[in-house]
């Protein structure tokens, strides 16, 4: 069995903390993403689950046993490289079968038909007698994962495997590893910075900041419920608007524009003054703009249109306020592709109240979330 | 057709136009002329010092040059290569320096990679410990030579020193012939086996770390990781520190005249190259030696040679 148990985890490198009191639950056949930017202490966790690196404190368990001192070897692991760590001297053949020299219970016929059969699934078998050299990029990542799949691990880990990829050839692999790792059942620790990765193939995403494990939760919660400003702001493309300001009673108040917070709202933000207040560009709806403020809801805001970004299925608007036109932008907007929009354009924007985010300025901590149709089953990770 | 007469009438006018006048000036314009004076005075050089010299000696050795005097052109024949191949001093010679390539360049060579891969593995001060290693290769063949003479010394080398200290008869290194081959060839490999130590060590840390940790995750111990997987990446550095040992074996004539201070070197540790000089200068048989030369300059190429074919067919030429 491949569920995996991290308790306290922690490493140092010196007075580096790498990995910081990481503890954290993978279930049997689970697709996990670790999840944040560079040197945030995924790729430690990851050679630590691997026995690459040997934890300063805290323990490993997988499949119910302690794996601290155990030899990669002896953890029914497989690895793949974000270099893919092709043996460049050997053929395709003899990278695959190397790993399945050292297991015993294969007699050596055994061990060339399983080559044979684990590079019919990946679609290599016709290049299985040519050196990593004269494979594209492409072929080189499946040789890969076949030395990966050839052992029959109970859990595989991946360190940035799909990052020396073009992006369409990374779309397709993201696909194919889906659907391999669903075929195979086997648990999957996939460690990427990319955050279009981890949304698209995760089960759940465990995102890190700086040694320290931010949030655990499926794609859809760490997008809509966000546990803090670093998840949210990781998570999301493009990224979710943020603006400071503070409360004045039941109003927030933000450099550019005011925003009357909803009684649900209210509720949730006790005493704090100071907040952030996040929404997705998605949730902005940009309409024509109204003859004059009269017109204007409360939640609505006049702006001018600064850059428009086409992207063919949506278009990304970066919007200002029409008194402040050289500020950065205050806010972006995506709408649909045919809502055609032309930069210098006045619009107006409203913020819808059920879709606001509210983020504690001090800690970062989320206060509010944007309300659900239907509440999801999730306990939130406790901070 | 008058028009046609014409535009003969043009082109030929074009071919006078570009005369050889200006042909001569295009080519004195060229790169090729201009840059002429900076590769050619080293090339012409070059060509009087090295193929002039090997030239010379190529024709030499078809005489019977002997003494004092001029060489004589007139009768030109393979003499001399038979009088060699066929003399027992020459066999010898050739058998030593074929020992002395092989097992100096093989021993150099599996030294070189096992001090490398410790250090690789991680031995601290690693900077430290190559400077040590390497620090043999700056010294001259003379000093090599002197320092080895003192340490082979039968009465009073530190050699000897531990051999008796050991209970044994001290042991006349130099001097009997079956083990002087061999000392002299521990001396050579205490110079260059840090010269192999540092083409490894460059090999090996050109080797991605991911490539050690994939073969951990596969199961593979440590020996069978360098086994299968890095040492057949070190090819490359073995095929060129090979190519130098060897040519460095082939002229090891300075280390050997160092060693004794004259043409005849210790019994048994006769070389082609020492034979050569002996012959040519104390002797003056110059044909004799021009013959031995050349035959030295074909095994030196017998070494160069699949080198620079195997560099050709990676393209590196």
């Known amino acids: ?383 | 057709m008058a028009t046609h007469d014409n535009t003969e009438h043009v082109s030929d006018a074009t071919d006078e136009a570009v005369g050889w006048e200006s042909k001569l000036r295009y080519f004195l314009n060229s790169d090729f002329v201009r840059s002429a004076p900076y590769w050619g005075i080293p090339f012409v050089l070059m060509s009087i010092a090295v193929y002039g010299g090997t030239g010379y000696n190529f024709a030499i050795s078809f005489t019977d040059y002997e003494g004092l005097g001029t060489p004589d052109y007139s009768t030109l024949d393979l003499e001399m290569y038979a009088q060699a191949l066929s003399s027992d001093a020459f066999i010898a010679a050739a058998q030593n320096n074929l020992v002395l390539l092989v097992g100096f360049t093989t021993i150099c060579l599996v030294l070189g990679l096992f001090l490398a891969i410790l250090l690789d593995h991680g031995i601290r001060f690693s900077e430290k410990f190559q400077t040590v290693y390497l620090l043999p290769m700056s010294l001259s063949f003379v000093v090599t030579a002197q320092l080895w003479l003192w340490m082979f010394n039968v009465e009073s080398g530190i050699l000897n020193l531990v051999v008796t200290t050991l209970g044994f008869n001290p042991v006349d290194w130099l001097g009997n012939p079956s083990i002087a081959l061999g000392a002299v060839i521990l001396a050579l490999i205490w110079q260059f086996s840090g010269y192999t130590m540092v083409v490894y060590l460059a090999g090996l840390q050109s080797i991605p770390d991911d490539q050690f940790e994939a073969a951990r995750v596969d199961g593979a111990s440590i020996t069978r990781t360098y086994l299968r997987i890095i040492v057949p990446q070190l090819k490359e550095a073995s095929v060129s520190a090979a190519v130098v040992l060897m040519v460095f074996a082939l002229k090891a004539f300075t280390f050997l005249y160092a060693l004794v201070g004259r043409y005849r070197p210790p019994n048994g540790t006769d070389i082609l190259a020492t034979l050569m000089v002996r012959r040519a200068f104390k002797f003056g048989e110059w044909a004799y030696s021009a013959a031995i030369a050349t035959m030295l300059l074909i095994m030196a190429l017998g070494v160069i040679g699949p080198y620079l074919y195997y560099q050709y067919k990676q393209g590196g030429l």
Not at chain 1, 126 to 143: A, T
Not at chain 1, 177 to 196: E, I, P
Not at chain 1, 272 to 293: N, S, T
């Open chain 1, 1 to 383: 069995m491949g569920q995996i148990q991290l308790t306290d985890l922690t490493k140092r490198f010196g007075d580096t903390v790498a990995v910081d009191d990481l503890s954290l639950d993978i279930d049997d056949e689970e697709f996990l993403v670790l999840v944040g930017p560079s040197g945030c202490g995924k790729s430690t966790t990851l050679r630590m689950l691997a026995g690459l690196e040997t934890p300063t404190s805290g323990d490993i368990y997988i499949g119910g046993d302690h794996m601290n001192y155990r030899v990669p070897q002896n953890r029914d692991i497989a690895m793949v490289f974000q270099d893919y760590a092709l043996y460049p001297h050997m053929t395709v053949r003899q990278n695959i079968r190397f790993g399945l020299e050292e297991e015993e219970g294969y007699t050596s016929a055994e061990r060339d038909e399983r080559v044979v059969e684990v590079a019919e699934t990946l679609g290599i078998a016709d290049l299985l007698d040519r050196k990593p050299d004269e494979l594209s990029g492409g072929q080189q990542q499946r040789v890969a994962l076949g030395r990966a799949i050839v052992r029959d691990p109970e859990v595989f880990l991946m360190d940035e495997p799909l990052s020396n990829l073009d992006a369409k050839l990374r779309a397709e692999m993201r696909t194919e590893l889906q659907n391999l790792q669903d075929q195979l059942a086997v648990t999957t620790v996939y460690v990427t910075h990319n955050q279009t990765e981890a949304m698209t193939m995760a089960d759940r995403i465990a995102v890190m900041d700086d040694g320290e494990l931010q949030q655990v939760a499926s794609p859809f919660e760490c997008y809509h419920e966000p546990n803090n400003l670093f998840v949210a702001e990781f998570i999301g493309e493009p990224m979710i608007n943020l603006v400071r300001g503070t409360r004045s009673e039941s109003t927030f108040v933000g450099e550019h524009f005011s925003y009357p917070l909803d009684e649900d709202v209210m509720e949730s933000v006790d005493d704090r003054d100071d907040f952030v207040l996040g929404v997705r560009p998605e949730d902005i709806e940009v309409a024509d703009a109204a003859p004059d403020d009269a017109a204007l809801d409360d939640h609505d805001l006049q702006m001018d249109v600064t850059v428009v970004e086409p992207h063919g299925d949506q278009n990304v608007l970066h919007l200002s306020h029409p008194d402040q036109p050289s500020a950065d932008d205050a806010l972006q907007a995506v709408t649909e592709g045919m809502h055609l929009v032309t930069r210098g354009d006045r619009v107006t924007v409203t913020i819808p109240p059920d879709k606001i985010h509210l983020f504690d300025a001090e800690t970062g901590t989320a206060v509010h979330n944007r309300r659900h149709d239907q509440e999801a089953d999730f306990t939130q990770l406790e901070q």
